[in-house]
Nanobody, 120 residues
Framework: QVSLVESGGGLAQAGGSLRLSCAAS????????MGWYRQAPGKQRELAAT???????NYADSVKGRFTISRDSAKNTVYLEMNSLKPEDTAVYYC??????????????WGRGTQVTVSS
């Protein structure tokens, strides 16, 4: 079993910055891709950014150039630095981790989410 604990959400003004963190804990063989997804009110959950175990990143077009994802593999922690925030970035942000279990099974885990609210 893997637990993902997010932190760092909150309220920011447009143009401001926030930093999200997500720490994965549990006994697994390997943590592969990690990422951040977000869900705005009345909308489906969407990808914000992902990062592979090799450090290859992928961003949604809407956040490119403003958000930076990074990870500390030794700590199984992923970060999302969000700059130049816009009101449309308001959403619940969910951490995701794809892991390889001790039984050699690929599993997907999600955090409980952290609220990000950007005021205009």
């Amino acid at each position: 079993q893997v637990s993902l604990v997010e932190s760092g959400g909150g309220l920011a003004q447009a143009g401001g910055s926030l930093r999200l963190s997500c720490a994965a804990s549990g006994v697994v063989l390997r943590v592969n891709d990690m990422g951040w997804y977000r869900q705005a009110p009345g909308k489906q959950r969407e990808l914000a950014a992902t990062i592979t175990s090799a450090g290859i990143t992928n961003y949604a077009d809407s956040v490119k150039g403003r958000f930076t994802i990074s990870r500390d593999s030794a700590k199984n922690t992923v970060y999302l630095e969000m700059n130049s925030l816009k009101p449309e970035d308001t959403a619940v942000y969910y951490c995701n981790a794809k892991v390889l279990t001790l039984r050699l099974e690929s599993r997907d885990y999600w955090g409980r989410g952290t609220q990000v609210t950007v005021s205009s």
